[in-house]
């Protein structure tokens, strides 16, 4: 079973390297499930509901978010009855939404997806690694495959997840920094892990946000409004092959696409 995970979405530029991209992808890969990190993909800050219904509509089966979850306020709306999209799970009890679901395809196989996220120069949010340990204690009674999105800053904290998580979790793949690390790799115990995904947004941004913006905020440290930057994308994800006998990774591969080139071999 294949599994396509798109890295953060930013604005306009990202949404539109998905929707650009998408039908493609899938014929190449022949994913069961596609899921995106979709905390930035309204302006660079959170999400809406049309754009979760766009994004669905192009073939994304699960959302997951960050710590930019509550930054547009219409996901107040939606977020508890959308059972595809989901928030870090590590936020206080009786916080809106939930941390983890279950996707089941048209073929009906399940995939269990958790969004997770790191307290290392991030809010102090509960323990991730002990909040995960509950999720997929109650997952594993009753699913093979469990894919964690761990959003999270530090290296570090992430690294220690993979580790913490290996022979656990099917794939456990990093978000929030929007710069794909090339440290992909099947753990002992069968865990696929990724550093970052990346980002899948404006290419020529710092982040996918506008540039000068960002310049001038480390040039004066003066309070200063960022933009989603809405230049030529790029297009970040990872593609995962996962063993139908033990639930774990056989193979795990970057994806890397640019507007301003060929789009594929």
């Known amino acids: 079973m294949r599994i396509l995970f798109i890295g953060d979405i930013v604005g306009g530029s990202g949404r539109r390297a998905v929707k650009t991209l998408l039908s493609e992808l899938k014929k190449k890969y022949d994913p069961a499930f596609i899921i995106a990190n979709g905390e930035n993909a309204a302006g660079g800050r959170g999400i809406t509901q049309q754009i979760a219904k766009e994004l669905f509509e192009q073939g994304v089966h699960g959302i997951t978010m960050g710590n930019h979850t509550w930054d547009n306020k219409d996901i107040f709306n939606f977020i508890d009855d ?22 089941r395809n048209a073929s009906g196989k399940e995939l269990a997806i958790v969004n997770i996220m790191g307290r290392t120069f991030l809010p102090p949010l509960d323990c991730p690694f002990q909040g995960v340990d509950g999720i997929l204690e109650k997952l594993k009674k009753k699913h093979k495959y469990i894919f964690v999105d761990f959003h999270a800053e530090a290296t ?11 022979g656990r979790a099917s794939v456990v793949v990093g978000t929030h920094t929007h710069v794909q690390t090339h440290d992909e790799r099947i753990l002992p115990r069968g865990t696929g892990y990724v550093t970052d995904v990346g980002m899948t947004g404006a290419r020529d941004g710092v982040l996918g946000m506008e540039r000068e913006a960002v310049l001038q905020k480390f040039k004066t440290q003066l309070p200063v409004r960022f933009t989603a930057d809405e230049g030529p994308w790029q297009f970040h994800a990872v593609a995962v092959t996962l063993d139908p006998e033990t ?6 591969e970057l994806v890397r696409r640019f507007e301003t080139e060929a789009l594929f071999d």
């Open 156 to 166: 570090s904290e992430k690294i220690a997840m993979g580790w913490h998580l290996d």
């Open 247 to 252: 639930g774990m990774t056989r193979k795990i």
């Open 82 to 103: 959308e059972e595809r999209l989901i928030r870090p799970a590590n936020y206080p009890a009786g916080t809106p939404g939930k941390g983890f679901t279950v996707l």
